[in-house]
C-alpha cells in the first residue's frame, strides 16, 4: 500500500518491515545484554564460592560474620550454595552494637532459624558492662566503632581463625586496598603495608596462634553487582532497604533518622521524607536515602546511574576524616 506524503509515495510496507528490523535487534541487543550480565554474575559467584569453600578448608576453627544486610545476605545464598545440602562448617557471628535498627534484628534472627543454623551474637553492651569499651555518653554514643572490640573479644572467646565477612572494595578506599584475605595481628590490627600477594587466586592463609584472617568472598562485586544477584536469587531483605516514609534531619548533606539515640539538634527542623536505606548498621551513624525505589528492580535502576558510592552517601562516621575507615580497621574493624 502506498499513501502520498508531501508530494512523494511512501510504501507502508517498508515502513512496517523497516519498524520490524529495528525491534527485532533491539531485543537481540538486550537478550545479549541480558546474557552477558548473567555470566557475570555467574563469573563472581563461582569466585566466591571457591574462596568460602578455601576458608572451610584451610582454617581451622572459621566463622562467617552475618548483620541482616543485603551483603551477608548474599554471603548466605553462596556458603548454601557451596556447602548445602550439609550444615555450614562454621558458625554465623553477629557483633550486635544494641542500637541497630529493629527490622534488621528481627530478619537477622528470622533467617538463622529458617537456614537452621548456629548464631553467636557478640554484645557490646556487655563489653561496656566488662569495662573493656568505654563511651561518655554510653546511652547515646556510635557504639559503631567500638564493635571492633567486641569483634576481637568474640573471636578470641570462641578460637577463631577465620572471619568471612561481606565488604567490598567498591565501598571505601581502605577497602579498596585490601586483600581478599586480609591477615591481622595478634592485636586483631590491619597492617595495609604487610599484605600478602594473591597471585592466580592462590591465598596464603597460614596464621599462627592469636593471629587469624578476615575474608571477604564478595571483594570484587559493586553495589550494583550485588543487587543484580539479589534480583536473581529472589533473596529476602529486611523492609527498610526499601523506599517508605520516615521522618529525618537534614545535616551535613545526609538524612539523620529520627530516634531517641538521633534527637533534632536546636535549630534543626524535622521532616517526613520518602527514603530508603543503602546499607544497615548502627542507628547513631547510619542515613536513609531519598529514593522512591520500592521494587528490587527500581533500586538496580537507581543504582546504576548514582555516583555516590553507599558509605559516602550514608554513613556519618565516615565523614569525619577521609581516613575514618582505615583507622578503625587498623584497630581491628571488620
Not at 510504501?11 to 537478550?31: F, G, V, Y
Not at 582454617?59 to 548483620?67: G, K, M, T
Not at 551477608?72 to 550439609?86: I, T
Not at 529486611?238 to 538524612?255: C, D, K, S, T
Request: hydrophobic share 35%.
Amino acid at each position: 500500500m502506498r499513501l502520498a506524503h508531501g508530494g512523494r509515495q511512501v510504501d507502508t510496507h517498508q515502513i512496517r518491515d523497516s519498524l520490524n528490523r529495528h525491534k527485532q535487534q533491539n531485543q537481540k541487543a538486550s537478550n545479549m545484554s541480558n546474557i552477558l550480565n548473567q555470566r557475570h554474575l555467574d563469573s563472581l559467584e563461582s569466585e566466591a564460592i571457591h574462596i568460602l569453600r578455601e576458608v572451610a578448608a584451610e582454617s581451622a576453627n572459621p566463622a562467617l560474620l552475618f548483620s541482616g544486610g543485603k551483603d551477608s545476605v548474599v554471603l548466605l545464598r553462596l556458603a548454601e550454595k557451596a556447602f548445602r545440602p550439609g550444615k555450614f562448617p562454621f558458625p554465623l557471628v553477629h557483633i550486635d552494637t544494641g542500637h541497630n535498627f529493629p527490622e534488621v534484628i528481627t530478619f537477622r534472627d528470622k533467617k538463622v532459624a529458617q537456614l537452621g543454623e548456629r548464631l553467636i551474637v557478640g554484645s557490646v553492651e556487655e563489653s561496656i558492662k566488662r569495662g573493656t569499651v568505654r563511651l561518655r555518653n554510653p546511652a547515646t554514643d556510635s557504639r559503631n566503632a567500638a564493635q571492633a572490640v567486641t569483634l576481637l573479644e568474640t573471636i578470641a572467646e570462641h578460637g577463631f581463625d577465620a572471619c568471612i565477612g561481606g565488604a567490598r572494595r567498591d565501598e571505601e578506599k581502605a577497602r579498596a586496598k585490601e586483600r581478599i584475605f586480609s591477615f591481622r595481628d595478634e592485636f586483631g590490627a590491619w597492617d595495609p603495608k604487610a599484605q600478602r600477594p594473591e597471585l592466580w587466586d592462590l591465598y596464603n592463609t597460614r596464621v599462627h596462634p592469636g593471629e587469624n584472617m578476615r575474608v571477604f568472598p564478595i571483594s570484587n562485586w559493586t553495589e550494583l553487582d550485588v543487587w543484580q544477584y539479589i534480583a536473581r536469587e529472589q533473596l529476602e531483605l529486611p523492609p527498610i532497604y526499601f523506599a517508605h516514609e520516615r521522618q529525618v534531619i537534614p545535616r551535613n548533606g545526609l538524612l539523620v533518622p529520627l530516634t531517641e539515640l538521633t534527637p533534632p539538634r536546636d535549630g534543626e527542623t524535622v521532616e517526613t521524607q520518602v527514603v530508603r536505606f543503602r546499607t544497615v548498621g548502627d542507628i547513631s551513624c547510619t542515613c536513609p536515602v531519598s529514593s522512591d525505589a520500592a521494587t528490587v528492580d527500581a533500586i538496580i535502576a537507581e543504582t546504576a546511574i548514582t555516583q555516590i558510592t553507599e558509605r559516602g552517601a550514608t554513613r556519618m562516621d565516615d565523614q569525619t576524616s577521609e581516613a575514618s575507615m582505615e583507622k578503625r580497621k587498623k584497630a581491628g574493624y571488620f
